[in-house]
């Protein structure tokens, strides 16, 4: 009699049985992300339904786009812009004074 070698601990196209979970987390995961932060724009089952090439792109593009408005928010802070309000909520008043100053000029009237 002969042997079969196949039996059912083989992968099919690398998807085994230790495997099969963290490929659906990440695909679930991935779905979520791009409901959540595509905010509002795709409901579920459209996003199920995609092709895979379709989905990764997508996720990519709103990847892509937060990171970059992370970036400018971070950027941003770095440029010096002063507040007239600290951390603890009072009035920074020697920011205050310097803005005013630069802002004050005489009114013209016609």
Do not use: C
């Not at 579920?44 to 990764?56: A, C, F, K």
């Not at 440029?79 to 009114?107: C, H, L, R, W, Y």
Request: no cysteine.
């Amino acid at each position: 009699m002969i042997e079969s070698i196949f039996q059912l601990g083989l992968s099919f196209f690398g998807l085994t049985s230790n495997t099969i979970s963290e490929s659906r987390s990440a695909l679930f995961t991935q779905i979520h992300q791009i409901i959540f932060y595509g905010k509002g724009g795709y409901d579920w089952h459209t996003v199920y339904n995609m092709p895979i090439w379709l989905r990764r792109f997508t996720f990519h593009q709103i990847h892509q786009h937060y990171e970059e408005e992370k970036q400018a928010y971070k950027n941003k802070g770095k440029k010096g812009n002063k507040t007239m309000i600290d951390s603890n909520g009072k009035v920074n008043t020697s920011e205050f004074s310097k803005i005013s100053q630069q802002n004050q000029q005489p009114a013209k009237y016609k």
